[in-house]
């Protein structure tokens, strides 16, 4: 069965910088496209960053030059490096899975930004 895990969030004070997780089983990783997602209170859940079979990222503009994804096929885990975090980054963070026929989430892990 498909199984993706988040972990690495938590508590930071504002322009500090977490690292998430998402360790992914029950999947052929390498043949995924893997994204980050956010869903603060009262709001959509909206795209962060995405990554490729091949590595090529995308950001959403809003944390464009602070964020970076990654993706470590050996371990089967994709990373999101949160850097100069913002009170708007608060939420709960959510990874994505998708073969491109199915698409799995994680559970999710929040993030709290304090200013």
């Known amino acids: 069965q498909v199984r993706l895990v988040e972990s690495g969030g938590g508590l930071v004070q504002a322009g500090g910088s977490l690292r998430l997780s998402c360790a992914a089983s029950g999947i052929i990783f390498s043949m995924n496209y893997m994204g980050w997602y956010r869903q603060a209170p009262g709001k959509q859940r909206e795209l962060v960053a995405t990554i490729t079979t091949g590595g090529s990222t995308n950001y959403a503009d809003s944390v464009k030059g602070r964020f970076t994804i990654s993706r470590d096929n050996a371990k089967n885990t994709v990373y999101l490096q949160m850097n100069s975090l913002k009170p708007e980054d608060t939420a709960v963070y959510y990874c994505?899975?998708?073969?491109?026929?199915?698409?799995?989430w994680g559970q999710g892990t929040q993030v709290t930004v304090s200013s």
């Open positions: 994505k899975a998708d073969d491109r026929r199915d698409g799995y």
